[in-house]
């Protein structure tokens, strides 16, 4: 099975719509690109969000399984604790969950239930907590129709409705390569 990382890319006509920091030294645009040595490192203060537009996306999934972040180090100033939204006109926006990352560098695949995409135009990720750092550190956000099913890769599902540990599986991903 094809796994397809770039519907959240510049090259695809995602878009920021907007977030709540973007230095000009790592401004918040670089996450689109495809390129994974481009970085956002937020200004100081948390939370910090990010909501993306997907209306005029070239290709768009037409169901979604989850959501990547890719951070090509690990820090302090990794997301820790990450809430992702969903809306169809930026207003009003349903969450899908808050998830708990691992310390770790590489892609953290954000599973959730199957989502019916054709009609979502934006997402939302706030960033809540990172490991102790001041500013949030991301490389890419990655959108998935398809999870992953190579190598580590750290999987982390939403728990809030299971009352069950978050879990976790390391595997790794061409992109990691």
């Known amino acids: 099975m094809k796994v397809d990382t770039s519907f959240l890319y510049s090259t695809n006509n995602a878009k920021i719509f907007s977030c709540s920091s973007s230095p000009e030294d790592y401004p918040i645009e670089n996450i689109l690109s495809p390129s994974q ?6 200004e100081e203060s948390l939370p910090q969000q990010i ?3 997907l209306t005029s ?3 768009r ?3 979604v399984h989850g959501f990547g972040i890719y951070c090509g180090a690990a820090s302090d100033t990794n997301p820790k604790i990450v809430e992702i939204l969903i809306s169809k006109k930026n207003s009003p926006f349903i969450s899908l969950g808050n998830y708990e990352l691992s310390l770790c560098s590489g892609t953290q695949v ?3 239930d199957e989502i019916l995409f054709f009609d979502v135009t934006y997402v939302k990720f706030i960033i809540k907590e990172t490991f102790g750092g001041y500013r949030t550190y991301i490389n890419n956000v990655f959108l998935y129709e398809h ?3 190579t190598e580590s890769v750290t999987k982390v599902t939403d728990s809030r409705e299971r009352n069950l540990p978050r879990s976790a599986s390391v595997r790794k991903t061409s992109d990691d390569i």
């Open 51 to 53: 909501t993306f537009d």
């Open 61 to 63: 999934p037409l169901i």
């Open 110 to 112: 954000l599973t959730t």
């Open 37 to 42: 040595k481009a970085l956002w490192l937020s």
């Open 147 to 149: 999870l992953p099913e």
């Open 57 to 59: 996306l070239i290709r």
